[in-house]
């Protein structure tokens, strides 16, 4: 990765403004300084998994299921929660089965549906990549704790106001 002497995105802003875009300029600002950080943040993810033999998409899946009841769920309530497209959850569980960290198995009550289990292999690689994100991400970040808390609370109001979720409830039961 370049680093540059000067913030490119401070640039962009001045050029925005100097175009006649003065009410655009802050506003793109932050959207694509909230773009690079998620390129930095997803970089240095990928950096600790690699080891792991994981994407940051398959550690969610199996980090969600072991937040589960019985380690399993609906692949429908996952692609929820995780909120991805269906044919995201199904190539991630596709490639977990494949290596063994999880299988597929049959509703109890539902002949539709299909439940994602994981397996004791995915139990212990999820309990060693996630002490290792906590480690190397997420208990250092690189913003301070009143930053973090400060960012939380600015990028929930705006995911709420987006329709990302709604009013603070009680979530529902795992299956």
């Known amino acids: 990765m370049q680093q540059f002497p000067w913030d490119p995105i401070a640039e962009a802003r001045q050029n925005w403004r100097a175009w006649g875009w003065e009410a655009a300029a802050d506003g793109m600002a932050a959207v694509t300084s909230i773009m690079r950080v998620q390129q930095i943040l997803l970089g240095r993810i990928e950096t600790v998994l690699k080891p792991f033999g994981i994407s940051f ?53 539902d002949g539709r549906a299909v439940l994602v289990e994981i397996t004791d292999q995915g139990s212990a690689l999820v309990a060693e990549a996630t002490d ?44």
């Open 57 to 109: 998409a398959r550690f969610e899946m199996l980090r969600l299921l072991r937040f589960a009841q019985n380690g399993r769920m609906a692949m429908s309530r996952a692609r929820n929660l995780l909120q991805v497209h269906p044919a995201s959850v199904t190539n991630i569980v596709d490639r977990l089965e494949a290596d063994g960290f999880v299988r597929r198995v049959a509703h109890p009550d």
């Open 132 to 175: 290792a994100l906590n480690t190397h991400i997420f208990e250092n970040t690189g913003f301070a704790d009143t930053e973090l808390a400060t960012l939380t609370r600015l990028l929930a109001d705006f995911r709420r106001r987006s329709g990302d979720f709604g009013p603070a409830q009680e979530p529902p039961d795992p299956l």
